[in-house]
Every structure is written in structure tokens, then in C-alpha cells.
């Protein structure tokens, strides 16, 4: 079986944004620092962590919608960076996202043909109008949305509803590659399995690659081939999705998979290990590890030396201590 080619490539990814603290003092906030991964086409790679590790701004970063304090970017052997923004505009038809939030995402002021019709327009794909339309009928019926919804307004759907625009909007130029960033975070748990089905079954079809951003393990076992796990900006472990949750490595992956409810009315009662502490501030993050403040495992060496992602086969982890 020959190797998928590779589609995007990110190498030590950093990005720091300018911010003000309490006394009006300049700070910086240390959003990504050093991230690298890659994604093969056909697959889905998912980026998770708690809330405030960074994986949002790195999707942004994966799609040049932010310029980068370091690092770059290759989609398809391109480095972003290099591109004037004519030749930016002419990839971008290639990288879609789809965004946490299905009615903040869509504009109120517009009905479902012109929101799918957009990036249509935008890169002039079609002469007629009657192609649009046509186009436009055609996203909407792959989605499961009817031809009778399409002269109606965003706040006349549902969560689920207005999340197949939002997909249909992300399919129109044909991408090859989508950022889904927490795209069902924001829905019902029920509807939650038909938009991941939905995800599942497009890229079936379509060939389509993901990077999919997600807090939600369960969510991630789901839809995932390969899992990079983030702490504070920094990547913690890589691997196969299964390889990862059947022996996590890195003691954050333990514990983030400890925290995962089991439906086992049984096991419920079990004692589960908690971290200690709050995670620390992006604008002073802990030298060395940034984790060892609040890992159990933690040494000396952790809060002095910063730990390299090092490989244990298929999977790489950025631990001191593992073996």
C-alpha cells in the first residue's frame, strides 16, 4: 500500500500576540510556541487540549488567516509565506474552515443562497447566474438541506441547520483541505452524531482532509486517524488515534483521558485523578516543562530543561521520563 502524499506540512509553528495587563503594562501572551505536524491527504488529524492551549490559533495559522511570529507553513509544498496575496487568494480555494459557532459564522442580513453563493462570487467560478444557483441547490441537497430552505435567513434554522450552511459554504470551491474548529461544540449531543456522520461521510466522498480542533475526546475517537495532544501551546504527544488512547504516554494524555465520563453505571464511582492547580498564564508560562507545575511525575529536570518531542515508534511524546 503506497503512502498518502502529504498535504500540509507545519514547522515550529509560533505565535505571540501583543496585550496589556492590569497596570496598562505591554505583555505578551505566548500563543503556539514551536508547534510542527503534518497531515497526509484523505486523513483526519485532530488537535486537542483544554481550553486556552492554543489549538484554535494554530488552525488559523495552518490557513495563513494569521501571520505567524515564527515558523511556516507548506500546503502542498508551498510555504504560505512566500505567496504574494494574489497567489494566496488563488490557494486559499484549496482550504476551507468551519467555525465553532454556526450563528455567529453566518451573517443575519443574509439569506442561505447568498451565504453558499459567496465564495462563488468571490473567486468568480461561474459565468451565470443559473450555474450559482445550480451549484448552490446541489451543496445544500449534500448537506440535507432542502430546496425550500433556500430564500430563508440564518435565524430561521436550528444549531444542526445553520452547522450544514456553514459545511455547504466550506465545500463550494471544492477544498481539499477543512479546519473544522469545534464544529460541534456549540450543538445538541443528538445532533452532534449526525454533523460528525455528515463530516465522515463527506470526506468519504469528497476525499476531503480535516484538521479537526476539538476539546471532546469522545468526539475525537470518533472521527480521528492521528491525535496531537497541546498543553499551554506546546504539542505534549502525537500518534494514532487508538495507539493513544489504548497507552497514553505523556502524563497530561493520562489525565485528560482519565477525565473522559465512562457510560459504565459501574465504574462511575471510581476514584479518577485529578490535577492540581490552575493552568499557568500564557504570558508568563513556567520554564522548562510547561506542565510540571501541575504533573505529579514532574522532577528537577522539568522545570529547568524544556523536553524535545522525542519518537517511541509510531507515536512522539515531549517527556523527560518517558521510556
Do not use: W
Not at 450563528?103 to 443559473?130: N, Q, W
Not at 480521528?224 to 500518534?239: N, P
Amino acid at each position: 500500500m503506497s503512502a498518502r502524499p502529504r498535504l500540509l506540512e507545519a514547522d515550529h509553528l509560533v505565535m505571540e500576540f501583543g496585550a496589556r495587563g492590569v497596570m496598562r503594562e505591554k505583555q505578551t501572551v505566548q500563543a503556539v510556541s514551536g508547534v510542527s505536524f503534518y497531515i497526509d491527504e484523505g486523513e483526519t488529524l485532530a488537535l486537542v487540549g483544554e481550553s486556552g492551549c492554543g489549538k484554535s490559533t494554530v488552525g488559523r495559522l495552518a490557513l495563513r488567516l494569521l501571520e505567524p511570529t515564527g515558523g511556516s507553513v507548506r500546503f502542498e509544498g508551498t510555504d504560505l509565506g512566500s505567496l504574494s496575496p494574489s497567489e494566496l487568494r488563488a490557494i486559499r480555494r484549496k482550504m476551507q474552515i468551519i467555525f465553532q459557532d454556526p450563528y455567529a459564522s453566518l451573517d443575519p442580513r443574509m439569506k442561505v443562497y447568498s451565504i453558499i453563493a459567496e465564495p462563488l462570487v468571490t473567486h468568480r467560478v461561474y459565468g451565470a447566474k443559473r450555474e450559482t444557483e445550480a451549484r448552490v441547490r446541489e451543496l445544500m441537497s449534500r448537506v440535507g438541506l432542502g430546496p425550500e430552505q433556500i430564500d430563508r435567513y440564518p435565524h430561521q434554522f436550528s444549531g444542526g441547520q445553520r452547522q450544514r450552511i456553514g459545511i455547504a459554504r466550506a465545500l463550494a470551491l471544492n477544498p481539499k483541505l477543512v479546519v473544522c474548529d469545534e464544529p460541534v461544540s456549540a450543538l445538541d449531543v443528538s445532533i452532534q452524531a449526525q454533523i460528525l456522520n455528515l463530516l465522515s461521510d463527506l470526506q468519504e466522498e469528497l476525499g476531503l482532509t480535516y484538521l479537526f480542533i476539538s476539546h471532546d475526546l469522545g468526539v475525537v475517537r470518533h472521527i480521528s486517524d492521528r491525535i496531537c495532544v497541546m498543553f499551554l501551546g506546546r504539542l505534549c504527544e502525537t500518534g494514532p488515534t487508538e495507539d493513544i488512547f489504548r497507552t497514553p504516554l505523556h502524563p497530561y494524555t493520562k489525565f485528560l483521558l482519565e477525565a473522559v465520563p465512562k457510560p459504565d453505571p459501574h465504574l462511575r464511582k471510581e476514584k479518577k485523578a485529578l490535577l492540581a492547580g490552575e493552568m499557568p498564564s500564557p504570558v508568563n508560562p513556567p520554564p522548562g516543562c510547561r506542565f510540571h507545575t501541575r504533573c505529579p511525575e514532574s522532577g528537577d529536570i522539568c522545570a529547568q530543561v524544556t523536553p524535545e518531542m522525542r519518537s517511541f515508534g509510531a507515536r512522539q511524546a515531549a517527556c523527560h521520563f518517558i521510556r
